[in-house]
């Protein structure tokens, strides 16, 4: 890495927490890593397919009426710069915090439940459908495999 330049790190909450460990690695070395985290409080993804699909989410909800899981303030128990955003006018402000500290930081941002990139998805969420989706079939068809002439 460049002298002075930074790492960032872009992730949902659901992918964060799989490796909010790495986070204490970060500090033992002071790292220049900006990691944003987007919290929506949920499994997006899972939650999209099953609501979707099944008309029943499960098992997707990452914190509950009176347990909410705070990644910047876990970032700054371990020893990190931990900002939470709350208001999207305020992510230029936290993300100029972030990358003039010298050492690693988590920046955690609040979105709504069901905000998604993903544009058929949010088309999808406002079809009126009462009973779930037909199941998607192969969602990839993979091409024949072939042998190499060397083997």
Not at 36 to 45: E, R
Request: hydrophobic letters at 35%; one cysteine or more; a negative charge.
């Amino acid at each position: 890495m460049e002298e002075g330049g930074r790492v960032v790190t872009l992730a949902g909450d659901g992918a964060f927490s799989y490796t909010i460990g790495e986070l204490a690695t970060q500090a033992q070395y002071n790292m220049p890593i900006v990691n944003i985290v987007i919290n929506n409080g949920t499994l997006g993804w899972i939650k999209l397919w099953q609501e979707i699909f099944f008309k029943n989410p499960q098992s997707c909800a990452l914190e509950k009426q009176d347990y909410v899981p705070g990644y910047a303030a876990a970032a700054a128990g371990l020893g990190l710069k931990g900002i939470y955003v709350e208001k999207p006018d305020d992510i230029g402000k936290a993300l100029d915090e972030a990358f003039a500290h010298d050492g690693p930081s988590v920046v955690e941002v609040r979105i709504d439940d069901r905000a998604t990139p993903i544009h058929s998805f949010k088309r999808r969420m406002r079809e009126p459908e009462d009973k779930p989706r037909p199941r998607p079939g192969t969602v990839y068809k993979l091409r024949e495999w072939k042998v190499s002439p060397d083997l």
